[in-house]
C-alpha cells in the first residue's frame, strides 16, 4: 500500500531492485518459468560481484532411459 500512487510504478521497481540485491547477495538465484526448459550446465544469473571465489560452471547432466521393447524401464 502506498499515499503515493502517482509514485507506485517507481515504488514497485525499487522495492523490486533490493530484492534481487540482497538475494544475489546471499547467492540465491531468482528464476523465472522459461529458465527451467534447460537450466541444467547453464551459468548461474547471479552477477559475478556475487559469486563466491572460484565459481565454476556446473557440468551439463544427461540421463538416459533404456525400455524395454514389451514396456516399462530397465534399471
Known amino acids: 500500500y502506498t499515499k503515493e500512487p502517482n509514485r507506485q510504478a517507481a515504488i514497485y521497481s525499487s522495492l523490486h531492485r ?3 540485491d540482497v538475494c ?3 547467492s540465491i538465484e531468482l528464476m523465472s518459468p522459461h529458465y527451467s ?3 541444467d550446465g547453464s551459468q548461474t544469473t547471479i552477477p559475478p560481484e ?3 571465489s572460484g565459481y565454476k560452471k556446473p557440468g551439463f547432466n544427461v540421463n538416459i532411459r ?6 516399462g524401464e530397465e534399471s
Do not use: P, S, V
Open 18 to 20: 533490493h530484492i534481487q
Open 50 to 52: 556475487h559469486l563466491a
Open 37 to 39: 526448459a534447460m537450466r
Open 24 to 26: 544475489n547477495e546471499r
Open 66 to 71: 533404456q525400455y524395454r521393447a514389451g514396456g
